[in-house]
């Protein structure tokens, strides 16, 4: 059995070395034509994709930005408003305070809820 082991490795050595290699056909190794359109239009494609990419997301970042403005405008102006009410309620230093001997205030009237403008006439 050590015979046959050592016969078959000096064969398979001399059946190698006696074969010279040929260079491979140029058609087999290159890609050519086709391989070269497939590559660009994939490059074509993917930078497409990213200017539609970069494209929204500064979308989605300009709506972000005026939510952003329009809620700080909303809570600015409710702000404003609750300022209003509250200086509204509060009396003045520049209005006298209404005292035993004030006269009273003309008011203008008020319409009452429950009649209809056909009553108030």
Do not use: C, H, W
Not at 24 to 36: E, M, Q, S, W, Y
Not at 40 to 58: G, H
Request: aromatic share 2%.
């Amino acid at each position: 059995m050590l015979v046959s082991i050592t016969d078959l490795l000096v064969r398979a050595s001399v059946v190698t070395s006696t074969t010279a290699p040929t260079p491979p056909d140029d058609d087999l190794i290159t890609p050519g034509v086709v391989g070269f359109l497939v590559t660009f239009l994939v490059a074509v494609a993917t930078v497409l994709l990213v200017i539609d990419m970069v494209r929204r997301v500064r979308r989605v970042n300009y709506r972000d930005q005026i939510r952003e403005k329009l809620l700080i405008e909303q809570a600015e102006a409710q702000m404003a408003a609750e300022g209003s009410a509250t200086d509204a309620a509060t009396p003045d230093a520049a209005t006298p305070a209404a005292g035993p001997d004030a006269a009273p205030a003309a008011s203008a009237p008020t319409a009452d809820p429950a009649t209809s403008v056909d009553d108030q006439k």
